[in-house]
């Protein structure tokens, strides 16, 4: 694998070089952090379900006319993307309250929110993400009103289709979090949904349990954290034929 330059290594993926200019081969590992990588640890297979799941609902969301940087799946670990220009914001939609909206506002996990709502996050490891308002992004040009109307309509369509693809196979959709990037196509630009979905930036609770399905398994030490992303695997339809060879079973290492 020498053959090709590395770009960027962060804490979920590596960035590589892809085969043709504009577009990059995303690497996902096994490596998992939380609260700002203060936590460090491995979620055995993380990489390979986390590649199929964020390449299933790309698809489905490209389907009903969401623009993606998803071109195709390599392999079990990595997908060719169209290279973007990632605004550095996360922008995270909340339906039921949890993590830190609960703690912030004091509003028990679990309440149903009585709209969704969006938030917005400053991506900067050293300054810890902080929530920002649309007035700090616009201000210092981190995108333009016109990229954020486009984000937000955006955001608001991939929570209502997201919200009804995992309600149909026992899922609710808590909260996730997504990042959009600025893709040039000659003298046009247009805003597309960038990064990854997969159970390590969305809460997934089972409807009927209310189990976590996500990476609150890993940051809270709740166990069965690999079983929990092979079952949202399994329930979207993805595995079997998915990396059981690649998985090397069920063994959590801090
Ligand atoms: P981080 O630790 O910064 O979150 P990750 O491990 O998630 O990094 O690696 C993915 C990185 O690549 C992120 O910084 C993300 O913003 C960036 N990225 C995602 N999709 C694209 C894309 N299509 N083009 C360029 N950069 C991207
Ligand atoms: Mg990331």
């Given at each position: 694998m020498a053959r090709r330059r590395q770009i960027y290594e962060g804490k979920a993926k590596i960035l590589f070089e892809g085969p043709e200019p504009g577009t990059l081969v995303q690497y996902f590992k096994d490596d998992a952090t939380a609260f700002n990588a203060q936590k460090k640890g491995i979620i055995t297979g993380k990489g390979v379900l986390n590649n199929r799941i964020s390449e299933f609902l790309m698809l489905r969301l490209a389907e009903v006319g969401i623009p993606t940087h998803f071109v195709r799946r390599l392999n079990m670990?990595?997908?060719l993307i169209r290279e973007v220009e990632i605004v550095p914001i996360e922008v995270v939609v909340r339906n039921i309250a949890a993590g830190s909206m609960s703690t912030r506002l004091g509003i028990a996990e679990g309440t149903r929110l009585p709209r969704s709502?969006?938030?917005y996050y400053y991506k900067n490891d050293a300054l810890n993400d902080p929530m920002v308002a649309e007035e700090h992004i616009t201000a210092f040009g981190w995108a333009s009103p016109q990229d954020m109307d486009d984000i937000v309509h955006l955001t608001l369509r991939i929570n209502d289709f997201l919200t009804g693809l995992f309600l149909g196979v026992g899922i609710m959709l808590v909260d996730f979090k997504v990042e959009f990037g600025r893709l040039w196509e000659n003298e046009d630009m247009r805003i597309v949904l960038a990064d990854e979905i997969s159970p390590d930036n969305c809460r997934l609770w089972d409807t009927k349990t209310n189990e976590k399905m996500d990476k609150d398994?890993?940051?809270?030490?709740?166990?069965r954290v690999e079983e929990a992303y092979q079952e949202v695997a399994k329930r979207l339809g993805i595995l079997p034929e998915?990396?059981?060879?690649?998985?090397k079973?069920?063994?959590l290492m801090q």
């Open positions: 670990r990595e997908q709502i969006i938030e398994r890993f940051r809270r030490d709740l166990g998915a990396g059981v060879r690649d998985m079973g069920p063994e």
